[in-house]
């Protein structure tokens, strides 16, 4: 039995309930939980040093464009302050500290961390990262901030979050993959494991977003057709090198990611249709007529943007990263 909302706050005041309730479902206890010195060389060890030995020559043999891709997933990762500040700017939300957002918020950026802090220590034992040009890069990342076309609607972040930390999980998990086969079964497993948080917490969102369909359906499809309209651009699409304008970095990382398979257009095609499936996109009753033709426009896209995607050739353009040592 569909529940009629008076306002988007009255919406979003269920949801943080349903958040408050589903949390232990989709984050791990952070006691038990995997943390960055469970993968790397402990540095209380008498094979400290042996360890990090094998860990560079291990690193030796990945490709070029994977260690691009690895860093700027990376500083990715490591631009967690702008995102967790983010969701805290959207409207109608509740801000008791002891809510579903807030809890939510807070909990899922702690998750979140320990991602960018392995990969970092990961990056700077292997000796193939001049680790100042990449730090330069993090640090303009997090203060140039995004504008990934959201705005303080919490349909449109949530809509943007199911979609991202899909994406992202994609791309670590092709990154395993690739480094497993590079002969780095280290940063495979590394990469496995942030893949695997990424997947729950995408369970997670899309999850928050179908309590949304449910109650408000017409607002929560309008707000799922302007994003797909905008399309989904990366957190990480500010992205630079010391020297250059915002952005001018991004495309040559995603040129390289697309090159190795890590993440292509027609990933993005594929995304979008996980979401239209998981979200019961063609059944979904009781819109209005905006509501309708957002429908409309929703479930025509994929097929449109699949024929683009598979006409795209693999860019072939190399560049030369500040962040790597030749």
């Known amino acids: 039995m569909k529940i009629n909302f008076g306002s988007r706050k009255e919406v979003l005041a269920h949801v943080e309930k349903y958040m408050l309730k589903m949390m232990p479902t989709y984050l791990k206890p952070i006691d038990t939980n ?30 070029y464009d994977l260690v691009a891709v690895l860093i700027g997933d990376t500083i990715t990762e490591e631009a967690l302050p702008t995102y967790e500040s983010w969701l805290m700017t959207m409207d109608d939300i509740s801000r008791d500290e002891e809510g579903g957002w807030v809890r939510w918020n807070r909990n899922w950026t702690a998750e979140e961390n320990r991602h960018g802090d392995l990969l970092n220590k990961y990056l700077y034992l292997s000796g193939r990262v001049d680790m100042r040009q990449m730090e330069i890069s993090t640090q303009y990342l997090i203060a140039d901030g995004f504008d990934i076309g959201t705005g303080h609607d919490p349909y449109r972040n949530f809509i943007y979050t199911s ?38 917490h995408a369970k997670a969102y899309k999850d928050f977003m179908s309590k949304i369909f449910e109650v408000d359906p017409s607002e929560a499809m309008i707000a799922f057709e302007d994003m797909m309209r905008k399309k989904i ?9 010391m020297g250059m304008k915002i952005g001018q970095t991004f495309g040559h990382f995603t040129d390289a ?70």
């Open 34 to 63: 995997w943390q960055p010195s469970d993968f790397l060389p402990d540095s209380t060890s008498e094979s400290f040093y042996q360890d990090i030995k094998i860990l560079k020559e291990n690193a030796k043999d990945l490709s």
């Open 233 to 241: 651009v990366m957190p990480a699409h500010f992205l630079r090198e």
């Open 257 to 326: 990611a697309q090159r190795l398979g890590v993440y292509t257009a027609v990933d993005y095609v594929e995304i979008m249709q996980q979401l239209i499936e998981e979200w019961k996109i063609d059944s979904i009753q009781d819109l209005n007529e905006a509501g309708e033709k957002a429908r409309d426009y929703v479930m025509n896209l994929p097929s449109r943007l699949l024929r683009v995607a598979e006409r795209m050739k693999n860019p072939t353009m190399e560049y030369k990263f500040s962040w790597i040592n030749a």
């Open 163 to 200: 979609f991202q930390e899909l994406a992202t999980n994609i791309s670590h998990r092709r990154v395993a993959s690739l480094a497993k086969k590079d002969g780095d079964t280290l940063l495979s497993k590394m990469c496995g494991v942030i893949a695997s948080d990424e997947a729950r």
